[in-house]
C-alpha cells in the first residue's frame, strides 16, 4: 500500500476497534467492542495504528481541527459569517469576545475528540510494545508515528485551553480518574508535548513511502513549534513575562534540520492551496489527506470546512469571511506593507496597491474565483452582505466545478488534503527565534525568502494589475533594527499564513492580544455594528474555559482557567 489516503480508507474496515472513555470504565465488556487482549497481534496492530490516523479527519463543521472559528474568527483576520449573528452563535461569541461560557458544546466535542485520538495512539502504543522487531520490524517507526499524533492532537489542546491532563500510554486506566489538568505546570505540558515530538523525530525515517505519515521532518518542524510556543514564558493570568532563549535554540535546532533536508518552498504560493497535482508538494511537511471515490458515499472529505463555501455553490453557508482589516493588511506602499495605518483606510483596487497574497487569500468582487476565469466571483456568491460584506475565503476552498468538490446536501466539501505544516512556517519560526535573540541580521534574509517566493507568483499575472511586493532592503525601504524587524515578522505571519487558523495563537503567544484585537474592535465597529462594544478581556479571553461537562466528568478534580 503506497498511499495513505488508500491507508485510511481500510478504517472503514475496523472502526469496530474505536473504545470509548465510556467502555474503558465498565466492569462488564460490551457487545462489539475489543480489548488490547482481542486485538494484540501482528495481525491487528497495522489497524490499530490506522485508527489513530483516522481521527485526523473525523473533525465536524462546529468543532473543526482547521482551527477557522477559534483561530480566524476569534482574532482580526475573520468575521464568523453565516446567515447571521444567530447562525452558530457561540461562534459570534468567540468573534465579538462576548459571553463565552464553559457550557459551549463545541469546545466539549473539541475536547472529547482529541481525548478519543489520545486514547487511540496510546492503545496502539502499547500494543506495539508487546511485540518484538523480528515479528514486527516497523515497531519503532509505527511508535513514533503514535507519539507524532499524540503530540499533535495535545498540541491542539494546549493552544486552545492552556492546561489538560496529559494521558500516556504509561498511565494505567484506573488512575485516570485521578489525573488532574494541573498535575503539570504551563512549562511541563509544553515540555511533554515536546517529548512526544523528539520521541518521533529519534524514531522516524527521513523518508516515508506512504503519504501522511510523518517523517522524522515533519516530527523536527513540530518540536521547533512546540518550543518556540514554550519560549513566551506565561504567569498564571496568561500575561508574557519573558522568553526563554534555551528554548529558542531548540528552535533554531530544530528548524535547521528541517532547512537541510528536501523541503522547500514552492514556486507559486498557490500551489499550496490547490488539489489534485498540487497535493503533498514540497513545502508541505505534514498534512490531512483527504479522497475522493473510495467505495463510501462521500469520501473522505474535509468535513470541518464544509460551511466555508460561498453561496454561488449548491449547499453552502459563507461562513469564514475575511474581515476588512485584513483585506486591508496586504496594501503595500513602495512594495513593502503599511504597517501601523493600513486599516485608517479602506482597500481601493482603484488606487492601492497590494501584496499579491491577497488574491490567493481572498475572493473578491469581479475577480475569477480560484483562478477561473469563467466563474467571477460577484455580490450573487454572498449570503448575508449586509451583515458580513462580500469577501470570501479561499484557501480552504477549490474552483466551482472542480471535481474535488462534493456535494453533502446540505453541505459541501472537498478533497483538497489540509496542510498542518508547511515549509514557509519553518523559515518563519526559525526568523521569529532569530530576532527574538538579536540576531536580527541572521533573519532578514529568510523573511525576503518568503517575500521573494510571494513576489513571484505567476497564476495572478494575466487579470491583476495592481500587485506590488519588494523585499526588504535596510538603508533603502526600511531600517533593519530589532524593533522593526520584529514587528516585519510578525506581519509576515499575518499575511503568509492568513485565513489559516493560526492568527489569534500568534497573537497569544506574543502577549499582544488586548492591544490588537481592541483596535480592531474599535476600527471594525463602524463596518460591523455588532462590533460595538466589543472588548478583549485581558487575563482571560486569551484561553477558553475548560469545558464545563469535562469540570464535572473529573468530579471537579480538573480546575478552571483563571478568571472564568
Request: charged share 25%; aromatic share 12%; proline share 4%.
Given at each position: 500500500?503506497?498511499d495513505?489516503?488508500?491507508?485510511y480508507i481500510?478504517?472503514?474496515?475496523c472502526?469496530?476497534l474505536?473504545?470509548?472513555s465510556?467502555?474503558?470504565f465498565?466492569?462488564?465488556k460490551p457487545?462489539g ?9 501482528v495481525?491487528q496492530?497495522?489497524a490499530?495504528v490506522?485508527?489513530a ?7 465536524h463543521?462546529?468543532?473543526?481541527w482547521?482551527?477557522?472559528?477559534y483561530?480566524?474568527?476569534r482574532?482580526?483576520d475573520?468575521?464568523k459569517g ?6 452558530i ?5 468567540y468573534e465579538?469576545?462576548s ?7 463545541e469546545?466539549?466535542?473539541f475536547w472529547?475528540?482529541c481525548?478519543?485520538?489520545i486514547?487511540r ?6 500494543i506495539?510494545?508487546?511485540l ?8 519503532e517507526?509505527?511508535i513514533g508515528e503514535?507519539?507524532f ?11 486552545m485551553f492552556?492546561y489538560?491532563?496529559?494521558i500516556?500510554?504509561?498511565?494505567l486506566?484506573n488512575?485516570y480518574a485521578?489525573i488532574?489538568?494541573r498535575?503539570y505546570s504551563n512549562?511541563e505540558l ?11 523525530y ?5 523518508v ?5 505519515r510523518?517523517?522524522s521532518y ?5 518540536l521547533a ?9 506565561q504567569?498564571e ?7 526563554n532563549?534555551?528554548d ?11 532547512l537541510?533536508?528536501t523541503y522547500?518552498?514552492?514556486r507559486?504560493f498557490a500551489?499550496?492551496?490547490l488539489?489534485?497535482?498540487y497535493?503533498?508538494?514540497r513545502?508541505s511537511?505534514w498534512a ?8 463510501t ?5 474535509n ?11 449548491t449547499?453552502?453557508?459563507d461562513f469564514?469571511k ?6 486591508n493588511a ?15 483606510v479602506?482597500y481601493n483596487?482603484l488606487?492601492?496597491?497590494v501584496?499579491p497574497r491577497l488574491y ?14 469563467s466563474?467571477v466571483f ?10 458580513y460584506?462580500y469577501?470570501?475565503?479561499?484557501k480552504?476552498?477549490?474552483a ?7 456535494l453533502l ?5 472537498n478533497?483538497k ?7 514557509a512556517?519553518?523559515?518563519?519560526m ?5 530576532i ?9 534574509p529568510l523573511?525576503?525568502l518568503?517575500r ?6 505567476v497564476?495572478?499575472i ?7 511586493i ?6 533603502v525601504?526600511c ?9 516585519a ?8 499564513f492568513?485565513?489559516e487558523g493560526?492568527?489569534?495563537f500568534?497573537l497569544?503567544r506574543?502577549?499582544?492580544?488586548e492591544e490588537?484585537?481592541n483596535e480592531y ?9 455588532y ?6 478581556q485581558?487575563?482571560?479571553s486569551?484561553y477558553?474555559?475548560i469545558p464545563?461537562?469535562?469540570?464535572s466528568?473529573?468530579?471537579k478534580?480538573?480546575?478552571q482557567?483563571?478568571?472564568?
Open positions: 500500500m503506497n495513505m489516503k488508500t491507508l481500510n478504517l472503514l474496515c472502526l469496530f474505536l473504545v470509548t465510556c467502555s474503558d465498565l466492569e462488564i457487545n467492542v475489543l480489548s488490547e487482549s482481542d486485538i494484540s497481534g495481525s496492530v497495522d490499530m490506522i485508527s490516523y483516522s481521527m485526523l479527519g473525523n473533525d463543521y462546529d468543532s473543526p482547521s482551527l477557522w472559528p483561530g480566524n474568527v482574532s482580526d475573520a468575521y453565516g446567515r447571521d449573528e444567530a447562525d452563535q457561540n461562534f459570534h461569541f465579538v469576545c459571553n463565552i461560557l464553559p457550557d459551549f458544546g469546545p466539549d466535542v472529547y475528540q481525548y478519543v485520538s486514547a495512539c496510546n492503545r496502539a502504543i502499547n506495539l510494545k508487546t518484538s522487531e523480528v515479528e514486527y520490524p516497523e515497531k517507526k509505527r503514535c507519539r499524533l499524540r503530540g499533535h492532537f495535545y498540541f491542539l489542546l494546549k493552544i492552556k489538560m491532563p496529559y500516556d500510554d504509561a498511565e486506566i488512575d485521578n488532574s489538568n498535575r512549562d509544553w515540555d511533554k508535548i515536546a517529548g512526544d515530538f523528539k520521541a518521533a529519534d524514531a522516524l525515517p527521513s516515508q513511502s506512504d503519504l501522511g510523518p517523517d515533519a516530527a523536527a518542524a513540530y513549534k512546540t518550543y518556540l510556543y514554550k519560549a513566551y514564558q504567569d493570568k496568561h500575561d508574557v513575562i519573558g522568553v532563549g534555551d529558542l535554540q531548540q528552535v533554531l535546532l530544530y528548524t535547521q534540520e528541517v537541510n533536508s522547500s518552498l514552492e507559486d500551489n499550496n492551496f488539489p489534485g497535482s497535493e503533498n508538494g513545502e511537511i490531512v489527506q483527504y479522497s475522493l471515490d473510495d467505495g458515499k462521500f469520501g473522505r472529505l468535513f470541518g470546512d464544509v460551511l466555508n463555501v460561498p453561496m454561488k455553490f449547499g453552502s453557508c469564514h475575511p474581515s476588512q482589516n485584513l483585506v496586504f496594501k503595500t506602499t513602495n512594495g513593502t506593507p503599511q504597517q501601523g495605518v493600513f486599516n485608517k479602506d483596487e488606487t492601492d496597491k501584496d490567493h487569500t481572498v475572493a473578491l468582487l469581479n475577480k475569477p474565483y480560484k483562478y477561473d476565469k466563474n460577484n455580490e450573487s456568491w454572498t449570503r448575508t452582505s449586509s451583515v460584506g469577501y470570501s475565503s479561499l480552504e476552498n477549490v466551482l466545478n472542480d471535481p474535488h468538490s462534493v446536501d446540505p453541505f459541501r466539501g478533497s488534503n489540509r496542510i498542518v505544516l508547511r515549509f512556517d519553518v523559515l518563519l526559525r526568523a521569529e527565534a532569530l527574538e535573540l538579536n540576531r536580527e541580521q541572521e533573519a532578514l523573511i525576503n518568503i521573494e517566493r510571494a513576489k513571484s507568483s497564476k495572478l494575466d487579470y491583476v494589475n495592481n500587485v506590488e519588494e523585499l526588504y532592503q535596510p538603508g525601504n531600517v533593519w533594527n530589532n524593533n522593526f524587524a520584529k514587528q515578522l510578525r506581519f509576515e505571519r499575518r499575511l503568509e492568513a485565513m493560526n492568527r489569534f500568534d497569544v506574543w502577549g499582544i492580544t490588537v484585537l474592535y474599535l476600527e471594525e465597529s463602524s463596518k460591523r455594528s462590533y460595538t462594544g466589543a472588548k478583549f485581558r487575563n482571560k486569551e477558553l474555559p464545563q461537562n469535562q469540570i466528568f473529573s468530579k478534580l480538573y480546575q482557567n483563571f478568571n472564568y
